[in-house]
């Protein structure tokens, strides 16, 4: 129980955290439930893209609602109470008709990243807590406000001043209710406010600003790139109802058995891959040696249509530089068991 201002504050802002959370996801899950999962070669490919001199009108969502996984490939990783964890993929949901101030200008997109926990088992975390607190993984949000004119590295800059606009507005708020709880509570005001949504924004900027051009790059990979991905359910998902679903030739019984897959909690997931995507090295043979890096792709603008007037983005894949002499770094891969995981308090 709140035994003072600043706990009520406390109590208010886990309140809205935990509904704002929950908000991305069940976004995702009535109105698209539209996965794309990228293959690691890939995702690290597209993580060492230079994505912020694209312009914004070449972004083409491909749901106005949809999850992307591109695993933990950055290198960027954030740690509570002995465990640690790095952003693994994002919600994306396209803001339209918004009555919210910061979400009423421009083309806007609300992203919501995810995380994944990386030095322990799920169960190994959950066994180290107290047995009335539950496990979950962080979450961070911000918001993406662009429109024609601009590149997506000015519209990541100008989020950032929208994002913190409005969770200073909803920290605004949290103070404001919290003088009518208190004196429900018979708790006296000591004008202390906490930084709840803003804090909680800064804390996880470093981690969202190397996640987002990768983000970025997935979607316009998603967009120009020749793809026909048929959705399918992830490899550990129940072999039997997968194959009854696949073979039934009843509308009605195939209904059935997917709300029974979905009930055990699988959904289909697109998954995207890049044929022949390998470390190679393109460097001229020199006689000094070259430490092995990344030499950084990009995407190229070419237009076309009647009078240039429509683009279209051409990706220019990254490469390793002499890999033999020292692989560069490219993040750690860890297999991690994500299932049941229970919901509860966040970062």
């Known amino acids: 129980m709140a035994q003072s201002f600043k706990d009520v504050q406390g109590s208010l802002y886990m309140h ?23 293959e690691r070669p890939l995702a690290e490919a597209l993580s060492h893209t230079e994505v912020s001199d694209v312009p914004w009108e070449a972004l083409k969502l491909p749901y106005e609602s949809f ?35 910061e979400l009423a200008k421009g083309d806007v997109l609300e992203i919501c990243f995810t995380a994944v926990l990386l030095n322990m088992s799920y169960d190994a975390a959950r066994s180290a807590m107290p047995y009335w607190m539950s496990l979950s993984d962080p979450q961070y949000e911000c918001i ?49 406010k906490i930084a709840g949504f803003r804090d909680k924004y800064l804390r996880g900027e470093r981690l969202m600003s190397e996640a987002l051009p990768l983000l970025f790059n997935c979607i316009f990979y998603l967009s ?26 009843s509308t009605n019984r195939k209904r059935i058995l997917t709300e029974k ?39 190229r603008l070419q237009r076309h249509g009647p009078q240039l007037q429509f683009f279209k983005l051409l ?30 308090p966040r970062d």
């Open 144 to 192: 993406m406000l662009g429109g024609p004119g601009i590149t997506i590295g000015e519209a990541i800059a100008q989020g950032r001043n929208a994002s913190l606009s409005y969770y200073d507005r909803m920290d605004d708020g949290i103070h404001e209710n919290a003088f009518v709880v208190a004196n429900e509570m018979n708790i006296m005001p000591d004008g202390t």
């Open 67 to 101: 999850y992307i996984h591109f695993g933990p490939c950055l290198h960027e990783t954030v740690t509570f109470e002995n465990r640690s964890y790095k952003i693994d993929g994002a919600y994306v949901n396209h803001i339209v008709g918004s009555a919210v101030p």
């Open 16 to 38: 809205m955290k935990t509904l704002q959370e929950m908000g991305s996801f069940v976004r995702f899950w009535d109105y698209s439930r539209q996965i794309f999962s990228f």
């Open 261 to 299: 897959m979905e009930r055990l909690g699988y959904t289909k997931i697109r998954f995207v891959s890049h044929a022949g995507l390998t470390s190679e090295t393109n460097a001229p043979e020199t006689d000094r040696t070259i430490r092995s890096h990344w030499r950084r792709g990009h995407w």
């Open 224 to 249: 120009y790139s020749s793809l026909d991905i048929a959705p399918e359910y992830p490899p550990d998902a129940p072999k039997s109802l997968v194959e009854k679903i696949a073979k039934t030739p």
């Open 315 to 344: 990706w220019i894949k990254p490469t390793v530089v002499n890999p033999a002499n020292d692989p560069p770094k490219v993040g750690r891969q860890y297999n991690v068991n994500k299932k049941h995981v229970e919901s509860g």
